[in-house]
């Protein structure tokens, strides 16, 4: 996880951006999501807090139509001259889902556009793979996810989706790829542990 840290006078924000970032991924996606809401209230101006928001709603399937989320994007939209190269790309991923009812079909070929500008990003190669899972498109989900574990081998998060793409491609000896998948999450994320 080698994704700059935004600036902030405040190291309360720096921190709670820091924890938010760190609950994604070891995929305690309600912990980050709180991080960042927290992060965007203690300092309005931060538009990677805002961004985070938008992210850490969507995964967890929030309203698109609610007020925090539009809101968190619009406010990310406002202060997008602050956000870097790959995060402004992110925010424009990110806008068909908030602005289009959920559509996760043209954020995914954002996506892949953005993955192909930073090869190297295990983030945009696991965001890529929750939203080829969600369209249906499971063996490049199942692709982009082993891609983000092999950028990133702690990577709690994008080892969940080589479990559940793993299981719904099917096919041979399912069982054991599937522990095994699941022992790498389970393995770098305490919060996999607990809940399991």
């Given at each position: 996880m080698a994704l700059p840290l935004p600036k902030s006078s405040n190291p309360l924000v720096v921190a709670a951006y820091k924890a938010g970032m760190q609950n994604l991924h070891d995929a305690d996606w309600n912990t980050a999501a709180a991080s960042f809401h927290r992060a965007a209230e203690l300092d309005p101006g931060m538009a990677a807090a805002h961004l985070r928001v938008v992210?850490?709603?969507?995964?967890?399937a929030y309203d698109p139509s609610g007020k925090t989320l539009v809101d968190a994007?619009?406010?990310a939209f406002s202060l997008r001259a602050d956000l870097d190269e790959r995060d402004q790309g992110l925010l424009d991923a990110l806008e068909p889902i908030v602005r289009d009812s959920f559509n996760f079909v043209e954020s995914a070929s954002r996506l892949v556009r953005l993955r192909d500008r930073f090869p190297l990003d295990a983030e945009l190669c696991g965001l890529l793979a929750n939203h080829q899972t969600l369209n249906g498109h499971l063996d490049e989900a199942l692709e982009n996810s082993k891609k983000a574990v092999e950028l990133d081998p702690?990577?709690?998060d994008a080892w969940q989706l080589v479990?559940?793409?793993t299981l719904a491609t099917g096919g041979g000896r399912l069982e054991p790829r599937i522990r095994l998948?699941?022992?790498g999450c389970s393995r770098h994320s305490p919060h996999a542990r607990r809940t399991r």
């Open positions: 992210l850490a709603d969507i995964g967890l994007y619009n406010h702690t990577y709690a479990s559940a793409n998948a699941w022992w």
